[in-house]
């Protein structure tokens, strides 16, 4: 690709996501790939440990389960 085409894809998503949107929307897909690459290894049975750990962890401590 041209260096202009890739700035005018940037711009189109900064207008359609909106600045604060893409590093939530970037965190969920590294997390995806992450998974992704631990599954193809044979590491995907911890991925759902920490998974399941990491909601744990962002509940807050007045809800319940």
Known sequence: M???WIIVIVVAILLIFGPKKIP??????GKGMREFKNAL????DNSESETKK???????PDEKS
């Open 2 to 4: 041209q260096t202009e």
């Open 24 to 29: 939530e929307l970037m965190r969920g897909l």
């Open 41 to 44: 290894k044979g590491e995907g």
């Open 54 to 60: 990491g909601e744990e962890d962002k509940k807050k």
